[in-house]
Every structure is written in C-alpha cells, then in structure tokens.
C-alpha cells in the first residue's frame, strides 16, 4: 500500500511506490538490501559480514546487500530514499523519538506485528528493548542493540597527573580534569564537526545539573528551558569544559580524529560507548591500561540508547527482510555479534561468553544504574535538535553568552 512520507532536510513530501523499492530477484534469488551504519571497528565489519554469510549459506535463495555509510551520511541516505523507488528492504535507526520516530511519523516503516506473532520475537527481548518497538503504537522496528556510554580513561595519564582512582562524583571530575591540565595532559577528547560527539558532553552536564526530573521535563517540553536556572549552570560549565578542558581545536575536527589522540596517549579521557572497546583492542591499546566509569552525574541514570532495524514500509521483499532480522537476533548469531561488539545482547537469553576484564568493567556500570538519560538527538526532534547543536557550537566558540543559551533554545521551540 503506498505510504505518504516525509524525505530530505526540507521535508519534501513523497509518495512511496509499492513494489518499486529494495533488492530485487536475480538468477532465482531474492535479494535484499540493508542500509547501516558502517562499523568504527574493522573487527565489527568482519562479523557482521560473517553473520549475513551464515544467513545465506542457510537460506541459499536469498542474499544480503548490506550498504554501510558513515553516521551523517546514513541519515542523509535516509531522508533522501525512504519512501521512493531507491529505498531499501531493512534500515538502521537509532530508536528515539527525535531520529528513528522521524522515519515513523512520515509513514516508512512497515508495521511488524505479524512478524511478532509468527517469530515469537516479543518472548525474545526485554521489556526495555520491547518499548522502543511499540512506543508509536504499532510494532515498528526490531531491536539491534542496547547502548550505554561512559568515560574510558588512560590509568597511565591518570598516574602521571596524581590520580590514583577514578573519580565517584562531578566535583572530583572536574578536579581530575584540573590536574590533568597542569600535568599538560589533555583531560578531555571531543570532534566537533559532528555535532552529536560533543553533544555527549552538554546532555551529560545538563543531567547533572539539572537531575533525573528536570531533564525529562526539558527534553519533552514540559519545562522552559529559558526558565530553570539548572540550564545556565549548564552552558556555563558547558562552556568551561569546551575552553579549558577538551583539545585545541576541537570544534574543526571529527570524532574519529579526536579518538585517535586517546588511542595514542595524547588525552586522558573519552566520552564514548561499549562499542569503543573493540576500538581500544583495534588500536593496539593495553587493556588494562584503560578504564570505564560512568560520568558522574549525582541521578545513578546511565547514558545511552536503543538502536533497531525497521522493514521498509514499500519493501519489495518484507518476508524474507523479517526472516534475516529473525536470524540476526537470533541465539546462534547473537553470540558472534557481542562477541565483537562487546555490548549486552537485545537477546534475553544470550550472556557474553568468557568476557574479559575490560568488556566486564560495565557490569557494575549497569548493574548500579536506576534508569537512563538517552542522547538529545534522539530526545529531540530533528529541527530541534539542529537548533540544540548550533546554540552548542556558539556556545563553545564563546559566541554566545552561556546565560542566553536556553532563552534561546526556548524562542525556537515556541515558534515551532
């Protein structure tokens, strides 16, 4: 059935044709398209090539054409084909309301309820995972991963500068991050020609800030960002952090950029996911050389995020993309996948297998965590979180005075 959708960054209003998008059927085989992300790691590309061969060595009739693309490219690939002929059979999506509910509301996403019922796939995964599926009303999307993020830090930086423990609470942080500086350590590596990198820093300074309760009342607009006074004392710490704690230069390089001046011992700490384990290992780091502690907030809610992979609503081919996201979370594939990822299974009856000191570090990190803080440019909707990032950005580069910053978010919710 043809499905009106919303595409590009202006909008555009497009009719998606039924039957004209996704792999298509060669030689007798039915090929199927998955458009992701392309994996940081080397290793994680290796093992989910190695998935989709397992997948089609037991399903002969079918093939994968998996198509990875880096972060902003893969949105921009998404606004631009979802719902026109160029579309694909299966695509990535972070879960939250501000990105993958983008895709929903504009009508791309193919309801998989049937799916649901004939997998059994609602006994597969958690509660948790369940809601990011069934937060619009229908069953959209099929869990990928689980995401939680932390700070990794350098223990050999840590030493040189005097410290011996990671810190418990932000005052500590912030006089770690003092003492690094006068060792003439970087404390703090962020890219920020990808806005959501530093991004990780503001949401994480504006749960501590503001707690648990005015942080969810902001991001649903349920409070004024102009009126609490929690989000000055953000910016401004915002601030401080971005001219004195984080590399020079930050703001005209990337994520993989700053990363590399963790992996090379040149700053001391990293904002960044359990994906980043493997690429501490891919770096040829020590492991026990390096540390993970949540950002301490003072509210016990973790950082992260839930990403899926949704069926196209004008899938060609939507039994046989169902029947590969029924392998990929599957037991047997979903051993390899954490195996690599280093992160907790979507599936409910998968536990890593002999994990190591280092993958094992966020055990405690989850364990003691009462909820989640997920990342604003899921909270937010896609305009607004453009907005969020440019009032970051002048914010950062001193353009713009910390004590404005949420008057000004505000002004551009209310002319929403």
């Not at 503001?210 to 953000?234: H, I, N, R």
């Not at 401004?236 to 011992?265: H, K, Q, R």
Request: glycine share 8%; net charge negative; proline share 3%.
């Amino acid at each position: 059935m043809p499905k009106i959708i919303a595409v590009g960054l202006g909008l555009a209003l497009v009719a998606g044709v039924s039957g004209c998008s996704g792999g298509g059927s060669t030689d007798g085989k039915t090929e199927i398209t998955w458009f992701k992300l392309t994996e940081s790691a080397d290793s994680a590309n290796t093992t989910i090539n190695e998935i989709v061969a397992d997948f089609e060595k037991a399903n002969p009739d079918i093939t994968v054409k998996v198509e990875g693309r880096a972060v902003d490219a893969h949105k921009d690939a998404l606004r631009t084909t979802l719902g026109t002929s160029g579309s694909p059979d299966i695509f990535f999506s972070w879960a939250g309301p501000g990105l993958g509910g983008e895709f929903i509301d504009a009508g791309a996403s193919l309801d998989l309820e049937k799916y649901y019922d004939e997998y059994g796939w609602a006994d597969r995964f958690s509660d948790t995972t369940m809601s990011t599926v069934t937060q619009y009303g229908g069953h959209d999307g099929v869990p990928y991963t689980q995401r939680t993020e932390a700070v990794f830090y350098n223990k050999e930086l840590f030493a040189q500068a005097g410290i011996d423990a990671a810190p418990t609470n932000y005052d500590d942080l912030v006089s770690d991050a003092k003492k690094l500086k006068s060792a003439g350590i970087t404390p703090f590596e962020f890219g920020g020609t990808v806005n959501w990198h530093v991004m990780r820093l503001l949401d994480s300074l504006l749960e501590t800030k503001c707690g648990a309760d005015t942080y969810q009342a902001l991001v649903t607009k349920k409070a004024s960002w102009a009126d609490e006074s929690c989000v000055a004392d953000t910016y401004s710490e915002f601030a401080t952090w971005t001219s004195d704690y984080v590399n020079p230069g930050f703001i005209s390089i990337n994520n993989d950029e700053s990363g590399a001046l963790f992996f090379s011992g040149k700053a001391a700490m990293a904002l960044e996911g359990d994906w980043f384990n493997q690429q501490v290992r891919d770096a040829g780091m020590a492991e026990d050389s390096v540390g993970i502690f949540a950002f301490p907030t003072g509210t016990d809610r973790i950082y992260g995020f839930n990403e899926n992979n949704y069926i196209s609503a004008n899938s060609k081919h939507p039994d046989e993309a169902a029947k590969f996201l029924d392998y990929l979370t599957s037991a047997e594939a979903q051993k390899k996948f954490i195996a690599t990822f280093g992160s907790r299974s979507v599936n409910v009856d998968v536990v890593p297998a002999d994990q190591n000191a280092f993958d094992a570090e966020w055990n405690p990190i989850v364990a003691a965590s009462t909820g989640v803080y997920m990342n604003n440019d899921q909270n937010l909707s896609q305009s607004e979180t453009t907005e969020y990032w440019r009032i970051q950005n002048l914010v950062a580069t001193g353009e713009l005075e910390p004590s404005k910053a949420g008057a000004e978010f505000q002004k551009f919710i209310d002319q929403e």
